[in-house]
């Protein structure tokens, strides 16, 4: 039998079944033992979960291109080994970003529901300061930094002018998400588990 680990979609599934067992263990068995609450919305729930897995993502991916990929592209064009990064890394990194973005802002609205407008009107206090911090984000994501970086990996026709000013847009707007991350983040979680 093939160990799961020795891919990442085996890793995904096995990590998905052994939530579901985890669960039905700590809400059964836990619950009957120790007063674990069982009974949280399981919509609401899964939505929550979605929520936090795709934002970790968006978010660790956010961090990995502002923390070491801009470092480490200036230190491999300086030594002539960029094209790996720019080829390989930067373009898969990028696909899971931009999409992590769209799921997590979608499961938030969905966890919202019926609260949606009133925390878009800052009516629910700081989770509507986390939401739009987030939906700016992710305009961010798919307007400014994934236009830009198509031009600036060749997946688009882009002059030398057009990639330089491609990358400083791509840049800042990065830069920007990672501002925004941090009050945001604050916020999202002060809004959940009113701190």
């Known amino acids: 039998m093939k160990n799961p680990l020795d891919s990442l979609w085996g890793t995904v599934i096995a990590g998905l079944v052994l939530t579901v067992v985890l669960y039905f263990f700590a809400g059964n068995f836990m619950g009957s033992i120790a007063g674990f609450p069982t009974n949280s919305g399981t919509t609401g729930g899964i939505f929550r979960w979605v929520h ?50 769209v799921v997590t802002w979608l499961a938030g609205a969905a966890l919202l529901g019926e609260h949606f407008v009133p925390a878009f009107m800052l009516q629910m206090g700081t989770i509507g300061l986390g939401a739009w911090l987030g939906t700016i984000m992710l305009f961010n994501v798919w307007v400014l930094i994934w236009p830009n970086q198509q031009k600036i ?35 999202m979680g002060v809004g959940v588990h009113g701190i």
């Open 153 to 187: 990996l060749g997946m688009k026709p882009a002059s030398d002018e057009e990639k330089a000013k491609a990358r400083r847009v791509a840049f800042l707007a990065s830069r920007t998400n990672t501002m925004l991350s941090m009050p945001m983040l604050f916020f």
């Open 52 to 101: 936090f897995l795709a934002g970790v993502m968006w978010i660790g991916l956010l961090y990995f291109f502002n923390f070491v990929q801009v470092a480490a592209l200036k230190d491999a064009a300086a030594d002539g080994t960029a094209a790996g990064i720019t080829k390989h890394v930067a373009p898969r990194a990028l696909l899971f970003f931009r999409w992590a973005a």
